[in-house]
Structure formats: structure tokens, C-alpha cells
């Protein structure tokens, strides 16, 4: 998803916004950063604020060329760049060139501070302050300030220096981004509660320890004199740096479907029965019990865009990855050579610490990759059967619909119904269940596949329950799974 | 005099900020100190200014002032504060040499 880089209109309040160039933060901040402000980054032990802090003047190097310096306070600078040379950034380079400096306040120099008499702690303004004169800097980065109540007594006058080096840092139009750590069990964001009050902006970063990995949350808690977006976004660390996931707008007037376009599904009596084929842009809900060929309808639907030259995704939630290739294999579809071609992508993830905000984004960036037109997602009750709740995935399912509509890219999410045999036609056509009939107003269309027993035979059964905005045959099939996928038969008839 | 021990020279840095009350009294108290330490002519005082030369203090890792640094003779030593106190500072300098 772009986002067009406007002028930072300042707000109604006057106070102008920067990109900080942090993946997503810019957009929860509607805009980025106050500019010439201090923000305060609190956190526990491992939340990865600092990481925050380096990707601040990182970006600002990058972007727009802005030097920047780093303040630290704890870990030697040393220290600090081999932490981060994993990332892909060429950070290094820049405090070789010079573009980035640091102030090093590690209480590595000091092996006890001995003291004699009253002090005051104006070098770390100076130092500062000389460090960001001689490089130009726009951006600080002020790495556990709050060391400084562990190290000196006089914690009025660390106060007055909180206090000093914010106005001076404001005054000489720095953008400053500060750390601090919460202590575990407490409620203040910082030692003493005092630099979220010393702060114009606080956002709190926090780690949530699942059963198979960490799930990280941001919040902004307060911003002087911007808009901001409340709430809690998920964010994610990986080797290019922090990722943060705001929410995706639903925005339903934007995205629409094309009747003119229609994807096949290259089973050409289902094809008919739709109308031609799906709409571009249609969301499709597959449901059956198991075994009724779910799974192969949608790698038929995949096929048939493979077919055609597209790329294709496929979320693989409910079957496993080498199991789906196993059934497509048998169905004569090699789909691992797609997948080595780059043609096929699938999504995974762990259902048991399930991001689903992570997810969302894993599946953007996976379709905007391959520039992808038709996904299959199984299944959307493997979601329900997660840890999220049931409102929390009908969220997921409307941001996902939202986003696919606005590409046309058409998506099948399969569901596992596990209704019982239907022998009446009264309850084979009005028997869905109250989770499908949730779903039903999220999607575009409905196709059911189920199981009758007739005549000691167990037959399979198709029918298009709905199909927004086209002509649909309201017809049930009789269908069978063979090695080419499945095959439409006759009409079925009570 | 003995030939064969040669006394090196007390050599101090003295970190102040600006004109302020402290650092005219951390001067003072100071150079009470290294005059009152040895024969008045086997000390080096350099005082420095934060605010005149920050870089100064960012080669020595200054963090507060004033601070005092005995570079001469071995060990290093930092103290910081304004040493009101001469005589406990004198002390503190005179036990670390043996």
C-alpha cells in the first residue's frame, strides 16, 4: 500500500508534523512525528525502544540526510553498533562518515562516582548541544536518561537538567526521541514518574510473552497538540528493523467490484452457474464439512489464474503446507514447482500466539509482492478456533475484505462447517449454520458444498447460496472429486 | 636530595561550568588543595570550562561539575563535587598515591 508523502500541514494547534520514517509509525501518528518536540519511548526491559531510537536517527539518515546524534547513557557506543549491525542498515557507515555521532555518558568511564560537595550536571546539556552544532543534527536520540537517578544522589538537580536539556534541545529545533525504563510491577513510565511528565508525547512500547512467541503492542499515550490514533497497534521487529501495523481504515466507499471482469474457476459448469465466473473483486466463502473438496476448489481457482499468468497466495492456516501440496499433487497440480517459481506464495502462521495484525500485514505484503489477483485463505474457522474472539476476527475478516476489494483481487476463504447429514430440501437450503449466517453479510458470496445420503449412497452436493450484484444459478448440483478436481453433474432433485 | 627516586608531578584538569559561585569556590578550594599537596611548583592546574570547551569534556567523559581529574600521578582519579570539604579531598588525593 503507498502512501503519497504530502506537505506536513500543521495542525489546527500549529504544531507542524515530520516523517520519522518508521514503518507504519508515520500513519498511526496521522502524519508523523511533532516536529522540534521531545517524545518519550517507555518501556520494559526487551521491548526493543532502543532499536526505536536507532531506527529514528537511522531513518532520518537515510530518508533525508538529517545527521543525527545518539545520547546513551548505558551501553557503550561500542556496544550499541554491534547490537544493531544485524539489521539491514548501513548505520555503521554513517557514524563513519561522520553523519552520526555519539554522546557517550556510559558509566563505563566511572569506575564509582566519587563525589565531594554539591555539582551540577550541566556537560550533558553542553556535551549535547556541542555534539549536535558540530554535525548539524535534526534528530537526538537520548538512550535511559533515567541512569542518571541510579548514578547521582541529587535528584532535584537531575530534574532541572531533564527540564534545561528539553528546552534547549526545542530551542535549537531538534526533534528528540527519549527512552526510559518501566520497572517491572510499576505504573510509572519512567524512575519517578517524571519524564512522561517532562515529555510532550509518550508512546509505551509493551511485550505480551505467548506460548510460542512474543507479541508487541504500541500505544501512544499522549501527544501535545497533535491528533493522533488511540488504541493499541501490534508492532513487529525483524532483520530490516521495527515494523509497526496500524489499523487498516475501513473504508468501504473505496473499494467496489467489477461484474465486467470475471475470474473462472476453470470448472466451466460452475463457471456458468456464477454467472461467468466470479467478479473481480468478489469475496467468496467456500463452506463444507470435510472432505467435501473445499481445499480443492480453491487450488482449482489458484490453478486457473496460474493458467492465465498471475501470481496466486495461499493462507495456509488450517491444512499444513506439505499436506496441501500432497493434495495437489494427487490432483495432478505440481504446485511445488510453482511455488519454487515464485508463481505461488503461501502465508503461514502459528495459530497458537496468532498476530492478527501481523497476519494481515504478512498477507498485504505477500499479495503486493507477487502483484497477486486471486488468494485462497484456509480457512477462516481455523481463526475462530484461535485465541481470538469472535469479534476480533470479524475485524480481521472486514480489514482483509477491505484491502483485496481495493486491489480487485478476488479471495475464497474456506469454511469448516461441521453440520450433520441434510435429507429435506427445507433443510438443505435454509441450513446454515448462525457463524456462517455472521459471515454472510462480510462476503460477496456463498457457495456451499455438503453431504446428502440417498438411497445408501452419499452423494455431494453444490449450490451458490448467494452472489451479490450477479445473476446466479440457484440451482443444487451433484458434484464429484476426481483426479482433474471437480466436476459439476446434473441438477439434483428431490 | 635523593637521586634515586624522581617524583613526577601532580597533574590535575579542573571541569567547571561557566562563572557561577561553585565553580569560583571549586577553583579556590582546589588550588588550596595542590598548593597544600606539594612543593607549590610540582603541580599542573588546568581549568576548564564545559561551556568554553565541550569537547574537552567529551574527550574526559564529563559528566557533571565540577569535576576534578588527577591524571599525575597513577592512579587516575575523578572526583566530582564542589570540595567544600579541602582537607577530606587532600586526604582522598594523598592515600591513593602510596
Known sequence: ?????????????????????????????????????????????????????????????????????????????????????????????YYRDGKLLFADFSPSHDREIETAGSY??????????SAVQKIGAKRVAIDNIGMLFSRFEDIGEIRRILFLLSDRLKEAGISTLFTAEIEEGSSQLSRHGFMEFVADGVIVLRTHVGQNQMSRSLQ??????????????????????????????????????????????????????LGGGIPQGHMLLVTGNTGTGKTTLGMQFLQQGIGDGENVVWVAMEEPVPQVLKTAAAHGWDFETLVRQGRLSFVTCSLLDLSPDRLLY?????????????????????????????????????????????????????????????????????????????????????????????EQTVMKLLNILKLRGSVHAKDIFRYEIDTGGIRLGERFNF | MAKQQIMSKYRFKLYITGSSRRSRHAVDNVEWICKSLTDPHEYELQVIDVLQDPRQAEADNIIATPTLLKTEPQPAQRIIGDMADREG?????????A
Not at chain 1, 551540577?120 to 548541544?129: G, Q
Not at chain 1, 485465541?387 to 476480533?392: D, G, T, V, W
Request: include cysteine; charge should be negative.
Open chain 1, 120 to 129: 551540577e550536571l550541566d556537560p550533558v546539556v553542553a556535551r549535547i548541544l
Open chain 2, 89 to 97: 579531598v587532600k586526604a582522598r588525593l594523598v592515600y591513593n598515591e
Open chain 1, 220 to 273: 501512544v499515550r499522549k501527544m501535545r497538540g497533535i491528533d493522533y490514533r488511540t488504541g493499541t497497534v501490534e508492532y513487529d521487529i525483524s532483520d530490516k528493523g521495527m515494523r509497526i501495523f496500524p489499523k487498516i481504515p475501513v473504508d468501504l466507499s473505496v473499494a467496489s467490484t467489477d461484474f465486467h471482469v470475471r475470474r473462472s474457476f476453470g470448472v466451466p459448469a460452475l463457471d456458468e452457474a
Open chain 1, 362 to 454: 504478512q498477507i498485504v505484503d505477500t499479495v503486493e509482492a507477487v502483484g497477486a489477483n486471486r488468494v485462497v485463505f484456509d480457512s477462516v474457522s481455523s481463526l475462530e478456533s484461535s485465541i481470538m474472539s469472535k469479534e476480533r476476527v470479524r475485524e480481521f475478516l472486514i480489514q482483509l475484505t477491505v484491502y483485496l476489494k481495493t486491489r480487485g483481487t478476488n479471495c475464497i476463504m474456506n469454511y469448516l462447517s461441521a453440520e450433520s447429514f441434510q435429507a429435506s430440501s427445507g433443510n438443505l437450503l435454509s441450513s446454515m449454520a448462525t457463524n456462517e449466517m455472521r459471515l454472510s453479510s462480510i462476503v460477496d458470496g456463498i457457495i456451499m458444498l455438503r453431504y446428502v445420503e440417498r
Open chain 1, 1 to 93: 500500500m503507498t502512501e503519497k508523502k504530502k506537505q506536513q500541514a500543521p495542525d489546527r494547534t500549529g504544531v507542524e508534523k515530520f516523517l520519522s520514517g518508521i514503518p507504519g509509525l508515520d500513519r498511526v501518528m496521522e502524519g508523523g512525528l511533532p516536529r522540534c518536540r521531545t517524545v518519550l519511548v517507555s518501556g520494559e526491559t526487551g521491548c526493543g525502544k532502543t532499536i526505536l531510537l536507532h531506527e529514528f536517527l537511522y531513518r532520518g539518515l537515510h530518508d533525508h540526510g538529517e545527521p543525527g546524534v545518539f545520547v546513551t547513557f548505558e551501553e557503550h557506543p561500542d556496544e550499541m553498533l554491534a547490537n544493531v549491525a544485524n539489521f539491514k542498515w548501513d548505520y555503521e557507515q
